[in-house]
């Protein structure tokens, strides 16, 4: 199934396969006469899959050792994690009234320290994936082999060389339990322009490309994995539908 964001309707968004609350009124809900960008609604698609169909985790395991981790690079896209994250049950829904208020947990980047679920406090673009590869090493260091991380970057991103460095030791080192997710809008000004797959498959790097509106191509690209080494899926959202 594919869907489309766009501001108008916030995507219409399909309910979670589970019977959950749907995404698009709980995104409706935190935007409250805001405008948000492409940064927000290129991302709304990945996370629901993510949530709904790929990830080990679930409120009541959170502090779980084998549970899947997963990190927001692109922690300005916010909005649309914390209306996931809602949805699943990880946080109350009326945080979403106030998010970016002076008393809220809710700031404009997540914090882990505030919001359950959250795995780490991001600011700068480029420091999630070379977060997501020391969390990677640590569980396999630790013999916990099932836990599988998963970074969202923006193809913005990969213009910033802390991730060229992430990329090639990942790849060099056969890193097998890390996913990275670019969701590439076309918002990055040097990167691998129309490309970004063949920054990581020259570091040996397994990878697949994909409508980031179509859930099911994006479920299979996400546990396309073969396991034995790092993957990486390249979510292509048309800018003019966000």
Partial sequence: MTTTTTNATIAEAAAPLDGR????????????GRDFGTNVYSTVDVLQVLYDRVLRIRPTTVDDPDRDRFLLSKGHAVAGYYAVLAAAGFIPVDWLDDQGGPASRLGDHPD?????????????????????????????????????????????????????????????TGLANLTAIVVDNASATHGWPQCPAARFTVDGWTAATVDGRDHDALHTALTGHDGNRPHVVVAVVDPKES
């Fill in 112 to 172: 882990r320290l505030l919001v359950p679920g959250v795995e780490i406090g991001s600011g700068s673009l480029g420091h999630g994936l070379g977060l997501g590869v020391g969390t990677a090493l640590g569980l396999r260091a630790q013999g916990l082999l099932e836990p599988r991380v998963y970074v969202l970057v923006g193809d913005a991103e990969l213009d910033e060389g802390s991730n060229h460095e992430a990329i090639t030791y990942a790849g060099t």
């Fill in 21 to 32: 609350q749907p995404v698009g009124p709980l995104l409706e809900r935190i935007r409250a």
